[in-house]
């Protein structure tokens, strides 16, 4: 240790006391600060993280709470149709007609308005398909969502008794719930119900809750629907942090995306504001280190200046006692009761030289 503090002082050419006293009071103290700094660093790095991944767990949690409330009202309609006893009759029987038709729809339209499915749902349409006909009833007329509503009756598994959640071929501007009804007596599947939402409209206000920057991603094998534009999965890790749930029914994953460079530019505003912290401590240091130094060598800067007075042939004289500091002031003594011990010895040989 002591090789070091030598080869230290060489190196910095330390010249007096009181420019080691500062340099030594100034270092130990910027080390410390140093290290504590680090910690710091470290364990605020760790506590905005956590702090960032609760936030997002959070967000994904609200986002999953909305998605299961629209899962479940879509799920609502089936057994709201199924009890009512026009619309199942048509459907176990088959009916084709016109006249049949219109009833169902009817029906179909006054079971919406009345349990306010329409209201805020973001439904566009509601198709029960039987093979040979089809119910429907829409807040659009387009023959264009029609069609794809029909491609994706067409492409459903007919037989699964779950809810399924597809997309059109070609385009996510609609979201398709897609739900298989089965008869209570057979048990075999006599229709299929394809309920069409706006997705743009839908994914906006799973997101509308998040800090900006913050994305919302739905996929699975069929889809992507993101309420960000432009972005694609899977998530670029480098540039976004994401956490996700998965939803068996209908098969579906929610993830939350939040940009990385948030977190930075959080944590980077921690660490600035405590670098000026530290760095102001280290000036305050520098100047109290220095008045200190400056303290504690003025008595031996004070007592070199009279021993240097001294030898300029003043012997008669004596330091004055040093007041500050008890110790420079047994040195005064001691310096002045050497310098009696010298002038008495000198006058003793003085005064034998004459006898």
């Known amino acids: 240790m002591k090789s070091i503090l030598q080869k230290l ?7 007096s006391l009181r420019s080691y006293t500062t340099f030594m009071i100034t270092g130990i103290i910027a080390l410390a600060l140093t290290l504590s700094g680090a910690f710091f660093c470290i364990q605020t790095s760790r506590t905005l993280r956590d702090a960032y991944q609760e936030q997002m767990l959070q967000q994904l949690d609200n986002t999953m709470n909305r998605i299961n ?3 479940d009202l879509i799920d609502s309609l089936y057994p709201l149709f199924m009890s009512n006893n026009l619309i199942y009759d048509s459907l176990e029987a088959g009916l084709t007609d016109s006249h049949s038709v219109i009833a169902v729809e009817r029906q179909m339209t006054y079971l919406l308005i009345t349990n306010y499915v329409w209201k805020e749902k973001f439904i566009n349409s509601v198709s029960i398909y039987t093979g040979d006909a089809v119910y ?21 598994d007919k ?14 501007d609609a979201l398709y719930f897609v739900r298989n009804i089965f008869s209570s007596s057979t048990g075999s599947p006599i229709a299929t119900m394809v309920i069409s939402i706006d997705g743009p409209a839908y994914i906006d206000y799973l997101g509308s809750s998040l800090d900006n920057g913050w994305f919302i991603c739905l996929y699975n094998e069929e889809l992507e629907l993101f309420s960000a534009p432009g972005k694609s999965y899977p998530i670029d890790k480098r540039s976004y942090l994401s956490v996700s749930e998965k939803l068996h029914n ?9 940009p990385r460079q948030e977190l930075m530019q959080r944590l980077s505003a ?49 330091i004055p006692p040093a007041k500050l500091y008890e110790e420079f002031n047994s040195l005064t003594n001691a310096f002045n009761h050497m310098l009696n011990e010298i002038n008495a010895y000198h006058a003793d040989n003085l005064e034998s030289s004459f006898f």
């Open 270 to 318: 921690s660490l600035r504001t405590y670098l000026i912290v530290m760095l102001t401590i280290i000036i305050l240091v520098m100047l109290i280190s220095f008045a200190l130094s400056k303290a504690i060598t003025y008595p031996v800067t004070r007592m070199i200046g009279y021993v240097n007075h001294i030898s300029e042939g003043h012997y008669e004289e004596t």
């Open 159 to 172: 037989r699964k008794p779950s809810l399924q959640l597809m997309t059109a071929p070609g385009g996510h």
């Open 69 to 71: 409330e629209q899962v």
């Open 9 to 15: 002082q060489d190196k910095i050419h330390i010249r």
């Open 250 to 258: 209908p098969d579906l994953s929610a993830v939350v995306v939040a």
């Open 136 to 156: 429907r009833v829409s807040t659009v007329n387009s023959p264009q969502a029609d069609a794809r509503s029909r491609e994706v009756y067409e492409r459903a």
